[in-house]
């Protein structure tokens, strides 16, 4: 029997995936992008970043400056939405408008 905590790992992991997901698709559609523009724009193939945002994969750190530039996002705000934390804590206050 596989421990309760395992469990719990795995469905944040998918809520962490699905703000991710939507934020990628938020911001490709307010530039207007397909996926094979934006994936071209960030340095990626286009299969990988129909992953990224199908939330199959996560973005290697390597690939995750590069399209937070192509989505013109701070990279910390990128960050905070792959990681599904609050920009507070992670010491980004001016993204939280504080």
């Given at each position: 029997?596989?421990?309760?905590?395992?469990?719990n790992?795995?469905r944040?992991?998918?809520?962490?995936s699905?703000v991710?997901?939507?934020y990628?698709k938020f911001h490709?559609?307010?530039?207007?992008l397909?996926?094979?523009q934006?994936?071209?724009k960030a340095g990626?193939?286009?299969?990988?970043?129909?992953?990224y945002?199908?939330?199959?994969k996560?973005?290697?750190a390597?690939?995750?400056v590069?399209?937070a530039q192509?989505l013109?996002?701070?990279?910390e705000e990128f960050?905070?939405k792959l990681?599904?934390?609050?920009?507070?804590?992670?010491g980004?206050?001016?993204?939280?408008?504080?």
């Amino acid at each position: 029997m596989k421990p309760r905590r395992a469990k719990n790992q795995k469905r944040r992991a998918k809520k962490d995936s699905k703000v991710f997901m939507t934020y990628l698709k938020f911001h490709r559609y307010r530039l207007g992008l397909t996926q094979e523009q934006l994936a071209k724009k960030a340095g990626v193939s286009q299969g990988l970043y129909c992953e990224y945002e199908r939330g199959i994969k996560r973005p290697l750190a390597k690939h995750h400056v590069k399209l937070a530039q192509a989505l013109g996002r701070p990279v910390e705000e990128f960050t905070a939405k792959l990681y599904n934390v609050d920009p507070v804590e992670m010491g980004c206050a001016q993204l939280a408008g504080a």
